[in-house]
């Protein structure tokens, strides 16, 4: 057996995160940096990215941050390509950014499908497609992509963003095939309700904007009524496992969809 430390660590890895300036995105930014990895941060919003590479780099870890719309082919690529003008190449992916989707299937419009599609499949597909020859140039590496527990569990309004997230799956299953020969792994998160701006979004807000404290308990109490552990997840719940899955301590594992939702679909 290794290094504990070095095998969980990523010490003079490069790592590309998108999503970065808020929730699970920050959180997978933050302890990869921590971890050792030297981190480019992609985000819509450049300014909220920034804010992140900057507070990881007055903690003395290193980071830079571009404006990037997963959605564009030529952002997703100039993310990737900035990994290597900065830092010297590509181990890491991490395809995050993603937003949710409301609305019967009855009443989907096209604009809005393909709105959807474009940020939730095709920016990770994109990003996919940009990592794989700077991985292989290195002898391989580790993707992480973000599908959803709403891959298991049908709610109504909420079909388009779960035929995306159901595509991260499928898309993480093939490419895992096509790619292992040359020391690339792929794997996908699939986390149930973890407490981010993208859960908070429905909540009822009071005459100033903020959240209403009841609606919060309410939802964080159903949500943790799903779980055995009686649990909601945290950023840093997914992050650890994102440091875990970019590690060589899951060398064994590829084409995998890892279910950390406090076991909500287990019982199901
Ligand atoms: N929070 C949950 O309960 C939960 C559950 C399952 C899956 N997810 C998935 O996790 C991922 C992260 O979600 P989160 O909960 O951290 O949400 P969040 O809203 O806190 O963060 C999403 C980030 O993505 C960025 N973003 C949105 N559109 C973008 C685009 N076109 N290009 C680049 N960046 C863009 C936003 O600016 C934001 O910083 C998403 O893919 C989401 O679908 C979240």
């Known amino acids: 057996m290794g290094d504990l430390n070095e095998t969980f660590g990523l010490a003079g890895r490069i790592a590309v995160g998108t999503g970065a300036a808020s929730g699970i995105g ?52 100039a993310l990737v390509d900035r990994a290597a003008s900065e830092f ?8 995050v950014a993603g937003v949710p989707a409301d609305g019967l299937v009855e009443s989907l419009t096209d604009e809005e499908v393909d709105r959807v599609f474009a940020i939730n499949l095709k920016g990770t597909l994109y990003g996919c497609q940009a990592a794989i020859p700077r991985m292989a140039a290195r002898g391989g590496g580790s993707i992480i992509n973000v599908s959803s527990g709403a891959i298991d569990l049908p709610v109504p309004g909420f ?3 779960s035929m995306t997230k159901a595509a991260v799956a499928q898309l993480t299953h093939s490419l895992a095939q096509e790619v292992g020969d040359r020391g690339i792994r792929v794997n996908a998160l699939a986390p149930g309700a973890t407490i981010t701006n993208f859960t908070k979004r429905r909540l009822e807000r009071d005459e100033d904007g903020k959240i209403d404290q009841a ?29 875990y899955l970019a590690s060589d301590a899951s060398r064994f594992c590829t084409g995998q969809i890892w279910r950390s939702n406090g076991g909500a679909t287990t019982g199901r």
Do not use: H, T, W
């Open 26 to 77: 920050r959180a997978v930014a933050e302890i990869l940096a921590e971890a050792g990895a030297q981190v480019v941060l992609g985000d819509l919003d450049a300014e909220g990215a920034e804010g992140v590479a900057k507070s990881i780099r007055e903690r003395g870890d290193a980071a830079v941050a571009q404006g990037c719309n997963v959605g564009s082919r030529e952002e997703v690529d």
């Open 88 to 95: 010297g190449g590509l181990d890491v992916l991490c395809n």
């Open 159 to 161: 079909s388009l963003y």
């Open 215 to 243: 609606s919060f308990d309410q939802f964080v109490g159903s949500m943790e009524s799903m779980s055995p552990l009686g649990l909601v997840g945290e950023a840093s719940d997914q992050g650890y496992l994102v440091l």
